[in-house]
């Protein structure tokens, strides 16, 4: 007999299962069209693998996991792929995502399937393989690939069956172990050979007494499993309370049960294992319970995926205009649909149509008062009131440092508020900002780890090449040394301290500047002295010209003062005219004289200058020798 633990918190809302329960398992009718959504599972997208226009078998693959933390989709039934588009899903956040839309054909033909093979001759490898393969996911409403979970490496010594479902109005694995409690067994036997025989524990609370019977018939009074019987109390069927009331222990702040030895599982999850394992069906239906006030119909109802929810509704009789609220789940987890035309996918284990009075819309909050009811019901052990507050000042680090991660969003603690505020989307709300501000520091963090790395890598891309070139300094150094002395090489402490082949190459740049600055120097030497020699020679032939000129100007002039008489007047102005050109010459003379001393030549307008006075005093010599001077 196995021990129970009471469950610290917790409470007793009204049940409302026999709405549901209390009718047979039936099949729903098939849709026209179905819906089936990529995402219906934790983790990665799924890739599809038709296209439009192909025409599909029941089982046949349609979309493949992406990654370890994903889940294959199967076709439902057979029919053609009508399209692959945005479609709203089931989601609390009543957004679209992709999915493909298949066109049903009503002939239900199945895909060929490998006859199975006796799982006991079976590697772990390949069973798990085919688990993935089916695209089995948590039933219970988590929807966490079943495949990851079984693939753990810790030593599991107890695996716990969560069969308790301890929300009100969901009746879906009660129905399931009422009327296929022997699959469930085998999904049971198939974990427990992948785990090594662990002990196994089958929870179920106590309102289930058809069920229990079930379990307890198909156990056939194994002692290898234990069926615990346990109170109705929500939230019992969690699975770290669950893990609390069956062994007493407490699973650690950011853990899991697997870090103390145990594992869970839903009961739809190990029957979905079986069919995947001894049927070789993949996972495409599974059962839904329908219920409400406003449903005529209630009960539980085995469903294809991707069966849109009008439909759903529409087969149970469910008055579609008078629909008030719409929740997919129970009244405490679940969430409000907003548009019938999304579909029923993996996780979808209850459909409930209340009306008003059945489940009254929330009065509209008031302020805390403090009272401390929901810290008492608080199934985690936690603070709601403090996380409240933070969540609503934005403090999210605060909340997360009193574990806010560690809810398990039950709604207890909403349910008992007396002043009725939605505590449960504050903790939503608080989650979904923290975890983005940690997505956000991890990548700020990566992105500068990925800069840091990219320096160090051009730093030692630095050193390196530093290095090289020291090793080709050394290595010429040493082959320098060999050249001058071979008979002893010099050794790497004698060498030099500064770079040789630096050395080397500013010495050959210093000797091809000096050759050129030598050939131009010489070049303008060779101009100087040619332009020196050309000057000096026609000043030497301008200033004998005019000096011969002037001592013949001068001789004609006196024979002719003895000969003739001048005009005074214009004798005085001859003789300045004669004294100016006389000046010039001499101030020839001294040019000629400079540029001879110093090497440098005479301006080219300074020697037509001298040249024109020249001419005009010997041309005016010349007029008053020829006689005008008598005009």
């Not at 079984?150 to 010594?157: C, K, N, Q, R, V």
């Not at 399931?176 to 090594?196: E, F, T």
């Not at 409000?336 to 284990?349: F, G, R």
């Not at 004798?571 to 004294?579: T, W």
Request: hydrophobic content about 35%.
């Amino acid at each position: 007999m196995t021990d129970i633990f009471l469950l610290q918190g917790g409470i007793h809302p009204p049940q409302h299962k026999l709405q549901s329960s209390s009718q047979p398992l039936r099949t729903l009718p098939l849709p026209s069209q179905l819906i089936l959504p990529l995402g219906q599972h934790v983790g990665a997208l799924a890739t599809p693998e038709v296209a439009v226009g192909d025409l599909v078998l029941k089982g046949q693959l349609i979309a493949s996991a992406n990654g370890t933390i994903s889940a294959s989709i199967h076709a439902p039934t057979s029919g053609r792929i009508r399209a692959i588009e945005q479609r709203p899903i089931t989601h609390p956040s009543g957004m679209s995502g992709p999915c493909i839309v298949i066109d049903t054909d009503a002939q239900e033909r199945w895909l060929d399937i490998t006859e199975p093979v006796d799982y006991r001759q079976r590697s772990k490898a390949d069973l798990l393989a085919c688990i993935h393969q089916a695209g089995i996911t948590g039933l219970g409403g988590s929807s966490f690939p079943t495949t990851v979970k079984l693939s753990t490496e810790a030593s599991i010594t107890t695996l716990i069956v969560n069969a308790a479902e301890c929300e009100p109005y969901i009746t879906a694995d009660d129905c399931l172990l009422r009327y296929h409690s022997a699959q469930v067994v085998d999904g049971i036997d198939i974990v427990l050979h992948l785990l090594g025989y662990p002990h196994c524990l089958i929870a179920i609370e106590d309102n289930k007494p058809e069920a229990i019977a079930a379990l307890r018939a198909a156990l056939q009074n194994r002692t290898d499993i234990d069926v615990v019987v346990i109170p109705t109390k929500y939230p019992s069927g969690g699975e770290k309370q669950l893990v609390q009331i069956l062994t007493g222990q407490e699973v650690p702040h950011g853990g899991i049960p697997a870090d103390l030895g145990i594992l869970c599982q839903n009961v739809g999850t190990l029957g979905a294992v079986a069919d995947a394992i001894l049927q070789g069906y993949p996972l495409i239906s599974r059962i839904t319970t329908v219920t409400g006030s406003y449903v005529g119909q209630p009960g539980n109802y085995r469903v294809l995926l991707g069966t849109p929810i009008e439909h759903l509704l529409t087969a149970t009789e469910t008055p579609l205009d008078n629909i008030e609220r719409l929740i997919i789940g129970g009244p405490m987890m679940g969430f409000s649909l907003q548009n019938i035309q999304a579909p029923v996918i993996k996780s979808s284990n209850c459909v409930l149509v209340p009306d008003t009075q059945e489940l009254p819309w929330p009065d509209p909050a008031q302020d805390c008062i403090r009272c401390g009811h929901c810290e008492q019901v608080c199934p985690a052990k936690l603070l709601p009131q403090q996380l409240y507050w933070f969540a609503k000042a934005h403090e999210f680090e605060k909340a997360r440092q009193y574990n806010l991660m560690d809810c398990i969003e039950c709604g207890a603690c909403a349910w008992v508020c007396p002043s009725k505020i939605p505590l449960v989307q504050y903790y939503r709300f608080a989650k979904g900002r923290s975890q983005a501000k940690l997505v956000e520091k991890y990548r700020s963090d990566h992105a500068r780890q990925r800069f840091e790395v990219r320096e160090q890598r051009f730093l030692q891309a630095k050193v390196d090449k530093i290095n090289r070139r020291q090793a080709r300094i050394t290595t010429a150094a040493h082959q320098q040394a060999e050249k001058t002395n071979h008979s002893q090489p010099l050794s790497s402490d004698k060498l030099p301290s500064v770079n040789p082949v630096l050395q080397l190459k500013q010495l050959k740049t210093a000797v091809a500047l000096a050759q050129t600055k030598l050939k131009k120097a010489t070049q303008a030497l060779s101009d100087a002295e040619s332009m020196q020699s050309l000057s000096r020679s026609k000043l030497a032939t301008t200033v004998a010209a005019l000096q011969a000129g002037l001592a013949q100007a001068e001789k004609q002039f006196q024979h002719q003062q003895q000969t003739m008489g001048l005009d005074p007047e214009r004798e005085k102005s001859l003789k300045i005219a004669a004294v100016k050109a006389q000046a010039e010459v001499r101030q020839l003379q001294r040019t000629l004289d400079d540029v001879e001393e110093s090497g440098r030549t005479a301006s080219t307008e300074q020697l037509a200058t001298a040249k024109t006075l020249a001419k005009v005093a010997r041309k005016q010599l010349d007029i008053y020798l020829q006689g005008d001077h008598k005009t």
